[in-house]
C-alpha cells in the first residue's frame, strides 16, 4: 500500500503569508496527487489535481508542484479564509484511493 | 450542475446494523465510479472503497474489508454503504464522493456528510 505522511502537522500563519505545506508519498505515484481543503463543518474541497492542475473556480493563490514522492502546496497570500486543514490524496492506483494524514493552517 | 445527496443522520447502538444512501443527479451516473469517505470526530480523511455502478465493480481500503459494503442501484441512481455490527469507533460522518471521468483522479464532488452515531 502506498503510505502518504504530510508536514508539518500544523502551521501558525498570518494573513498575506506565504504558506508552504508538504506532501510525501512511499513511493513513486507518478504525480497522481490531489489537494483539498477543509473548513470545519464542511466537506472537503478539490483544490488541485494531478500535482499542478487548479481545480476550475480555485484561485490562482494555490498552486500544487512536485513529481515522484515529494510534492507541495503554495498558497501565495494567505488569505482568512483558508485557515483550514488540508489533505492530498494519492490516485496512482486508481480506482483506489489514500489521504495523507492532514495539516491544519491556523491564526498565528 | 453535480450533486451527491446523502441520507440523514443516524443513531445506532452497538451490534446494529446501518445502511446510509447517496443519490446522484446532474450527470450519468452509471458510468462514473461513486466513492465513500469517513471522517472520525476531530480525525481526518479515510477512503472506505468505490464502485461502478455499470458493473458493479467494487473496490476496498483493506482496512475496511470485511467491514463495509458498497452497493449501487443504476434505477434510481443511488450508491450505499452498508456498516455492520457497529461499534462505538464507527461514529464519524461519512462522504459519498465521485471522480470524474478523465484526467482527474480526484474528488471534484462531496456529498454533505452523513453523521452516524454509535453509542449505547
Known amino acids: 500500500d502506498i503510505q502518504l505522511t504530510q508536514s508539518p502537522p500544523s502551521v501558525s500563519a498570518s494573513v498575506g503569508d506565504r504558506v508552504t505545506l508538504t506532501c510525501r508519498a512511499s513511493?513513486?505515484?507518478?504525480?497522481?496527487l490531489a489537494w483539498y481543503q477543509q473548513r470545519p463543518g464542511e466537506a472537503p474541497k478539490l483544490l488541485i489535481y494531478?500535482?499542478?492542475t487548479l481545480q476550475s473556480g480555485v484561485p490562482p493563490r494555490f498552486s500544487g508542484s512536485g513529481s515522484g514522492t515529494d510534492f507541495t502546496l503554495t498558497i501565495s497570500g494567505l488569505q482568512p479564509e483558508d485557515f483550514a486543514t488540508y489533505y492530498c490524496?494519492?490516485?496512482?492506483?486508481?480506482?483506489?484511493?489514500?489521504f495523507g494524514p492532514g495539516t491544519k493552517v491556523d491564526v498565528k | 450542475e453535480v450533486q451527491l445527496e446523502q441520507s440523514g443522520a443516524e443513531a445506532k447502538k452497538p451490534g446494529e446494523s446501518l445502511k446510509i444512501s447517496c443519490k446522484g443527479s446532474g450527470y450519468s451516473f452509471n458510468n462514473h465510479w461513486i466513492g465513500w469517505v469517513r471522517q472520525m470526530p476531530d480525525k481526518g480523511l479515510e477512503w472506505i472503497g468505490i464502485?461502478?455502478?455499470?458493473?458493479?465493480?467494487?473496490r476496498y481500503n483493506p482496512s475496511f474489508q470485511g467491514q463495509a459494503t458498497i452497493s449501487a442501484d443504476r434505477a434510481v441512481k443511488t450508491a450505499y454503504l452498508q456498516l455492520s455490527s457497529l461499534k462505538a469507533s464507527d461514529t464519524a460522518v461519512y462522504y459519498c464522493?465521485?471522480?470524474?471521468?478523465?484526467?482527474?483522479?480526484?474528488?471534484?464532488?462531496w456529498g454533505q456528510g452523513t453523521l452516524v452515531t454509535v453509542s449505547s
Open positions: 464502485i461502478f455502478p455499470d458493473d458493479s465493480d467494487t
Open positions: 494531478a500535482a499542478s
Open positions: 490524496q494519492q490516485a496512482n492506483t486508481f480506482p483506489t484511493f489514500a
Open positions: 513511493q513513486d505515484i507518478h504525480g497522481w
Open positions: 464522493v465521485r471522480p470524474p471521468r478523465g484526467a482527474a483522479r480526484a474528488f471534484d464532488s
